[in-house]
């Protein structure tokens, strides 16, 4: 997926197209709901997505080249706003209307909620050179929050 762009969707699909000469490369299918964020994992073969189905989806390349579905993450009470990948790509942290914001492994557990927005999460970041996670809400607030 190197040289990709992939946008999320009102029409909850995710497209992968191709940033050089802007040809569409393929349709991920699976959410419900519109996808509201989507971020390539680090080796830039997969992409997390989030939905307004609470739901986030891993699709990553199968053998014979096409993208699918790997894997689900499920737990948010509410629309899945934000996605970001660690940059070791061992944590999957996602924001949401749920004003909550969670840690997951990559086997799609979840390891920490964090609370403290009193509005949707809206934007999250982790820092490529420290155990930090930046996060933007609809309560007009901006936190940065440190992690083991």
């Known amino acids: 997926m190197e040289g990709t762009s992939p946008p999320g969707s009102l029409d909850n699909v ?6 050089d000469s802007g040809v569409l490369l393929e349709r991920l299918r699976g959410h419900r709901d519109s996808v509201y964020s989507v971020v ?12 307004l189905d609470k739901t986030l989806k891993e699709a990553g390349v199968a053998p014979e080249g096409r993208a699918v ?33 969670q840690f997951w ?12 927005h009193k509005n949707s999460v809206i934007s999250i970041d982790l820092s490529p050179a420290a155990n930090l996670l930046a996060t ?13």
Do not use: M, N
Not at 40 to 51: E, L, Q
Not at 75 to 99: E, F, N, P, T
């Open 14 to 19: 995710v497209r992968i197209w191709d940033a």
């Open 40 to 51: 390539f994992t680090p080796d830039g073969r997969g992409v997390i997505s989030g939905s």
């Open 69 to 101: 579905c790997t894997r689900d993450f499920l737990g948010h009470k509410d629309y899945v706003l934000s996605v970001a990948v660690s940059h070791d790509a061992q944590w999957i942290v996602s924001g949401s209307k749920d004003r909550g914001v």
């Open 105 to 116: 492994d990559r086997a799609g557990a979840v390891h920490a909620l964090l609370q403290g």
């Open 136 to 148: 933007g809400s609809g309560d007009s607030l901006a936190r940065v929050w440190s992690y083991a």
